[in-house]
């Protein structure tokens, strides 16, 4: 008969036993009190299914994972059921393939090919080696997680992913819209089978014998060994190169670090391999290590692809091929020198797919919060870009080469920015997106959708220029009944126009880019759709005098002669009030050849700085904005005759005080 202190004593063994696996459920490890990534829902209730050989191992790992203070979870996943051998399969190269390899290569890197296979993004661009952090994802650049299911063919599922990855960024595409097959390269590339094989001799099969992947949809995957039999699929998903990622060629050894984050820059993704354990099957979530790499004389059993990074974990970002039921949702982040990850690190290059004829032409919302009016002339892409509020509106001109487009932009007179520069943008999407990888450009991504019916920015009075004939920026006037905002940056000419605007829709709108030499301008000009016209051509202009322009020669455009809108005077320098005892504005101080103002209030005990705003030429004077918790000030600033500056000052108090309207004179 089971006493009651025997009975208390086993309750309490049971409790105290119980104790570590309370606290793994809730993220404390007993022996440090560290606090570790919390074990999923989805896993906790799988868990109560899974078998009993399984739940042991799992507290045999947990117990393993405490003691050692790691920082990543197990759980009963979608493969933690099956064997090793199912769920991997690669197979060891040959040493007479690992030597045959090495001397295909030669001396040829990947870092060798990145500067002539046409990508341009090793750099620059918004994946760097040097920066902390990168996800291919975020960049559209990997396609949805599949699942080999239990077939050792995860070397097929690590090159398909590897060139589907590559597909992305060299053709723009959307990821759910490329699927490629893994059965047909099981089938037909001589890589292997169900029982193993190698990524690498896929890619040597696609470009020896410049073969092509089938669509999924045309090759279904099966998860077994099948004849194959030679397709004539209308797929585009052809490769034009491979290459290893270690310098000396040796794909039976492991990368580095900095080796796999460039190649990973440079194609999107790497293929490399692993040695999978009972713990990376379990693996759940966290930052996953197993057991240091073997450098020197590593083995593997499984290819995953590598599509990102994080130093802060010191991790990579693995995409593997078990569905999305294991790890954070087919994902694992894993520790730079753990399991022997890296080896055999590997980059394909898709060929680019001519037949994608991918369409900019259309109205974008940029992420700077402004509306962008783009269109393709050939190669050639035109814009014209501006904010709302008319802080900035610029010009680009650029050309598309596969998924990128290269080129500069030019701020121009209809905003009060005066920025120009290089800047490098990424098409996605199929079109419907852009993204900048380089340039001092604020807008980073630009989304395409639907004109607004309303709403549209109209013109503007000028909002910077110049008064000399060897500098055509400003505000000019066209006999077409257009405004067109030029700017002249060294010999470069950029400019906006547009007719009368209604709703913020004009009767026609185009960007111009071109060369000045002397008083010669040559001009290449595209409608943008703003509105709908689809006009382009080449311009010669002749710029005679301070404030004409004429055209020379060039069809299909309506415009002949261009007039300058003159500026206001240059009002530049500190004035003071000439009442020394103003109860108001004491000083104005105008900078940045009349295009900043700041202004200081009366106060005690010494005079309270507005601010600084942008200075507008309106007509002969000028206006300016203060706004503030107390109210809304806007200025016009005239130089008088004599010297003066006068100052309109209209006041729209925040509180119960009425509006209030002064004339203030100030001199230098």
């Given at each position: ?12 063994s049971?409790f105290?036993?119980?104790l570590?696996i309370?606290?793994w459920i ?8 560290q ?8 896993y906790?209730?799988?868990?109560t ?7 042991q ?24 059921a ?18 045959g390899l090495?001397?295909?290569f030669g ?25 902390a ?12 997680v ?20 590559n ?12 699927d ?49 039999a ?12 491979w ?22 820059c ?35 059993n499984h ?16 995409k ?23 080896r ?7 060929k680019?797919?001519?037949?994608t ?6 109205y ?18 035109y814009?014209f870009g ?10 680009f ?40 990888l380089s340039?001092?450009?604020g ?5 395409k959708m639907?004109?607004p019916?309303?709403?549209l920015?109209?013109?503007?009075d000028?909002?910077f ?13 066209c ?36 060369t ?5 301008i ?32 060039g069809?299909?455009?309506?415009g002949?002669?261009?007039t300058?809108q003159?500026?206001?005077p240059?009002?530049?320098?500190t ?49 300016a904005?203060?706004?503030s ?16 500056l006068r ?22």
């Amino acid at each position: 008969m089971f006493s009651i202190p025997n009975l208390r004593s086993a309750l309490r063994s049971a409790f105290i036993a119980f104790l570590p696996i309370m606290a793994w459920i809730a993220g404390v490890q007993p022996a440090t009190g560290q606090v570790l990534p919390e074990l999923p829902n989805v896993y906790k209730v799988r868990e109560t299914q899974a078998p009993t050989v399984v739940q042991q191992r799992l507290i045999q790992t947990r117990n393993e994972i405490r003691a050692q203070n790691l920082q990543f979870n197990v759980g009963f996943t979608s493969v933690s059921a099956l064997t090793i051998k199912e769920i991997t399969g690669e197979i060891e190269a040959t040493p007479a393939e690992v030597q045959g390899l090495k001397t295909l290569f030669g001396n040829r890197t990947f870092i060798g090919v990145i500067s002539d296979d046409g990508d341009g993004s090793s750099s620059g661009g918004p994946c760097s080696a040097s920066a902390a952090k990168f996800d291919s994802r975020n960049n559209n650049q990997v396609t949805p997680v599949r699942n080999q299911l239990g077939c050792g063919s995860c070397w097929a599922f690590a090159a398909v992913a590897g060139y589907e990855s590559n597909y992305l960024k060299v053709n723009g595409v959307a990821p759910n819209t490329v699927d490629a097959s893994e059965q047909y390269a099981l089938n037909c590339s001589g890589g292997g089978n169900c029982g193993g094989g190698l990524t690498y001799k896929v890619f040597q099969w696609m470009i020896n014998n410049n073969r092509k992947l089938c669509t999924e949809a045309q090759a279904p995957y099966t998860a077994n060994d099948k004849a194959c039999a030679p397709s004539s699929c209308t797929s585009p998903y052809f490769a034009e190169a491979w290459g290893i990622v270690r310098p000396d060629n040796d794909i039976s050894k492991i990368a580095a670090v900095a080796d796999i984050k460039a190649a990973i820059c440079k194609y999107g993704s790497v293929v490399v391999s692993c040695l999978v354990t009972q713990k990376f099957q379990d693996y759940t979530n966290g930052v996953f290590f197993d057991f240091t790499s073997n450098t020197s004389s590593p083995s593997s059993n499984h290819a995953v692809l590598l599509v990102g990074w994080d130093d802060s974990k010191g991790a990579w970002l693995m995409k593997n091929s078990w569905g999305t039921g294991w790890g954070e949702n087919g994902y694992m982040w894993i520790k730079y020198n753990t399991s022997n990850i890296g080896r055999r690190a590997c980059w394909v290059k898709a060929k680019r797919n001519t037949g994608t004829q991918v369409s900019l032409n259309g109205y974008y919302k940029g992420n700077d919060n402004g509306h962008y009016y783009i269109r393709t002339v050939g190669n050639k892409v035109y814009w014209f870009g501006e904010h709302p509020n008319g802080n900035w509106a610029n010009v680009f001109q650029g050309t598309l080469s596969g998924s990128q487009i290269t080129g500069k932009f030019y701020d121009v007179p209809k905003g009060r920015a005066t920025g120009s520069g290089n800047l490098t943008l990424e098409v996605n999407n199929n079109g419907n997106g852009l993204v900048k990888l380089s340039g001092g450009f604020g807008g980073t991504n630009w989304t395409k959708m639907a004109l607004p019916a309303s709403g549209l920015p109209g013109n503007r009075d000028g909002q910077f220029g110049a008064t000399v004939q060897s500098d055509v920026s400003g505000r000019w006037t066209c006999n077409d009944g257009g405004i067109y905002y030029i700017r002249q940056v060294g010999s470069a000419v950029a400019w906006f126009g547009e007719a009368s605007n209604t709703n913020g829709k004009p009767g026609f709108a185009n960007v111009g880019v071109g060369t000045r030499s002397g008083n010669n301008i040559t001009l290449g000009w595209a409608d943008v759709p703003k509105c709908g016209l689809s006009g382009q051509g080449t311009l010669q202009l002749s710029v005679s005098g301070v404030n004409t322009i004429a055209k020379t020669s060039g069809g299909g455009f309506g415009g002949t002669q261009w007039t300058r809108q003159s500026l206001g005077p240059n009002i530049t320098g500190t004035w003071k009030n000439v009442d020394a005892n103003t109860g108001s504005v004491t000083r104005v101080v105008v900078t940045n050849n009349s295009t900043k103002v700041q202004c200081f209030g009366k106060c005690s005990p010494s005079d309270c700085d507005w601010g600084t705003v942008n200075l507008s030429p309106n007509g002969t004077k000028y206006k300016a904005v203060f706004d503030s918790n107390v109210a809304t000030r806007n200025l016009d600033l005239e130089l008088l005759s004599n010297g003066q500056l006068r100052v309109n000052m209209k006041s729209v108090f925040k509180d119960n005080r009425p509006t209030q309207n002064a004339t203030l004179t100030f001199k230098k």
